[in-house]
T-cell receptor, first 116, second 115 residues
Framework: DQQVKQNSPSLSVQEGRISILNCDYT??????FLWYKKYPAEGPTFLIS?????DKNEDGRFTVFLNKSAKHLSLHIVPSQPGDSAVYFC???????????????FGKGTKLSVIP | EAQVTQNPRYLITVTGKKLTVTCSQN?????MSWYRQDPGLGLRQIYY???????DKGDVPEGYKVSRKEKRNFPLILESPSPNQTSLYFC??????????????FGPGTRLTVT
C-alpha cells in the first residue's frame, strides 16, 4: 500500500510561472515531510521540509504548504527556472513506533520540466 | 567537503556472483540507510542503521545484507545477485536525532546491472 502518493508523473511549466507539485499521504502518523530534487545521474538533494505543527514553510523561491486535515502537501516554486527541471520526490517520516521514526517513505516522484 | 561516497558508481555482473557496494560518509552521522530506485516505484528503503552494530530491515530487504562495523561505513552486500536486483542504489546518512526527523544526505548512486 502506497503511503505517500504523487499522482502526477510529470509537469510542464513555462519559465517564470509558478510550479505546483502535489503530494498526498495516507498515514496520519506521518508528522515530518520533506521534498527532494533529483537530477539524472545524481543522488537526491534536500530541498525543503515542514513539520506537522506548521502549515507553511518558505525558503527563497520554494514554499511548502501542509494541509493536515486533507493529508496533502504541495511544493510551490516561484518563479520557475529552467534549472529547476528535475524529478521531485515527496517524503514523509512517522512516529508510530521506534523503528518507524527512522523510516523515510518516498513518493514515486514528479518530473518537472520548465520550458524556456 | 561533507559528503556521502559510493563505490562503484557502475557495475555489471552476472547472476550469483557475490558483490559489495561500499558507502562511506565523513559527517560523523549516526544514521545510514540504503535505497533502491526503480522506474515507476520511486525510492524504496532496503536497510537502515541507527548506529554501529545496529541495523534493521526497510521495505525491500530480501536478497540483501548489510553491516555496520564502523560509524562511517555501511556496505551493501548481495550474496547471490539476481536480475531483479538490477537497479539504481543510493546510500544516505543523517545526523543524530532522537526522532529521525532530519534530512538525509544522499550519495551519488550506484547503477547495478545483473545479467
Amino acid at each position: 500500500d502506497q503511503q505517500v502518493k504523487q499522482n502526477s508523473p510529470s509537469l510542464s511549466v513555462q519559465e517564470g510561472r509558478i510550479s505546483i507539485l502535489n503530494c498526498d499521504y495516507t498515514n496520519s502518523m506521518f508528522d515530518y515531510f520533506l521534498w527532494y530534487k533529483k537530477y539524472p545521474a545524481e543522488g537526491p538533494t534536500f530541498l525543503i521540509s515542514i513539520s506537522s505543527i506548521k502549515d507553511k514553510n518558505e525558503d527563497g523561491r520554494f514554499t511548502v504548504f501542509l494541509n493536515k486535515s486533507a493529508k496533502h502537501l504541495s511544493l510551490h516554486i516561484v518563479p520557475s527556472q529552467p534549472g529547476d527541471s528535475a524529478v521531485y520526490f515527496c517524503a514523509a517520516i512517522g512516529s508510530w513506533n521506534g523503528a518507524g521514526s527512522y523510516q523515510l517513505t518516498f513518493g514515486k516522484g514528479t518530473k518537472l520540466s520548465v520550458i524556456p | 567537503e561533507a559528503q556521502v561516497t559510493q563505490n562503484p558508481r557502475y557495475l555489471i555482473t552476472v547472476t550469483g556472483k557475490k558483490l559489495t557496494v561500499t558507502c562511506s560518509q565523513n559527517m560523523n552521522h549516526e544514521y545510514m540507510s540504503w535505497y533502491r530506485q526503480d522506474p515507476g516505484l520511486g525510492l524504496r528503503q532496503i536497510y537502515y542503521s541507527m548506529n554501529v552494530e545496529v541495523t534493521d530491515k526497510g521495505d525491500v530487504p530480501e536478497g540483501y545484507k548489510v553491516s555496520r562495523k564502523e560509524k562511517r561505513n555501511f556496505p551493501l552486500i548481495l550474496e547471490s545477485p539476481s536480475p531483479n536486483q538490477t537497479s539504481l542504489y543510493f546510500c544516505a546518512s543523517s545526523p543524530p536525532s532522537g526522532s529521525g526527523r532530519t534530512r538525509r544526505y544522499f550519495g551519488p548512486g550506484t547503477r547495478l546491472t545483473v545479467t
